[in-house]
């Protein structure tokens, strides 16, 4: 089966542009987190999506988005960038979402430079 | 605040002997706990979990032991080998009902095992 698969792995963009990065999760997962990975801040989570619906968000400014297509598939949106948005970008999925915990698993990441 | 904190960012251990973890949390919602192994420009792979019913959860060389009354868990992998060199990653999800998203991390502790 294949992994969490994240598009593109690496970008650049200047300060004030948008970008759209985008995960699919493993077959048959439902539920997809997004999580920044910053030196200074560490993991942090930005969101979650299960069946289309934004279902739990984070403490990140509205300058970020998401959003979860039929197919799971999902994306994440940064608009106006600023410096500080440099990160590794994780999407994780897990399969079901329900109340019994599912483990989330990770892709390899976008590692977006803002300059 | 940090609710899950992993105190040593690093640890050295010669291959062969005990590697042992450490990782407190201080939020008593938390109710599964997770450890990830990270490598260099991959994502966070997921190793091992425990639900906060249990003390404890084998896995192989991995051990994770859990302290509910003083909030602690550790993980221990035993025999340690150079390969499990990487950064590892103590994460906590809380009881709020339903959503899977909200992972908490700490900010890992950079494992060396030298040969």
């Known amino acids: 089966k294949a992994g969490v698969t994240q598009t593109p792995r690496y970008l650049i963009k200047t300060r004030g542009q948008q970008v759209t990065l985008s995960c699919s999760p493993i077959s048959g997962h439902r539920s997809v987190s997004w999580y920044q990975q910053t030196p200074g801040q560490g993991l942090q989570f930005l969101f979650e999506?299960?069946?289309?619906?934004?279902?739990n968000k984070g403490n990140f400014p509205g300058r970020f988005s998401g959003r979860q297509f039929s197919n799971s598939r999902s994306e994440m949106n940064v608009s106006t960038l600023e410096l500080g948005d440099s990160a590794l970008y994780l999407c994780a999925s897990s399969l079901a979402g329900g109340p019994v915990f599912d483990t989330q698993y990770f892709g390899p990441g976008t590692r977006l430079t803002v300059l | 605040d940090q609710q899950v904190k992993q105190n040593s960012p690093s640890l050295s251990v010669q291959e062969g002997r005990i590697s042992i973890l450490n990782c407190d949390y201080t939020n008593s919602m938390f109710d599964y706990f997770l450890w990830y192994k990270k490598y260099p420009a991959e994502g966070p792979t997921f190793l091992i979990s425990i639900s906060s019913i249990k003390d404890k959860n084998e896995d192989g060389r991995f051990t994770v032991f859990l302290n509910k009354s003083a909030k602690h868990l550790s993980l221990h992998i035993v025999p340690s080998q150079p390969g499990d060199s990487a950064v590892y990653f103590c994460?906590?999800?809380?009881?709020?009902?339903?959503?899977?998203?909200?992972?908490?991390f700490g900010k890992g502790t950079k494992l060396s095992v030298k040969p």
């Open positions: 999506y299960f069946s289309e619906t934004q279902r």
């Open positions: 994460a906590a999800k809380g009881n709020y009902g339903g959503s899977q998203g909200n992972l908490i």
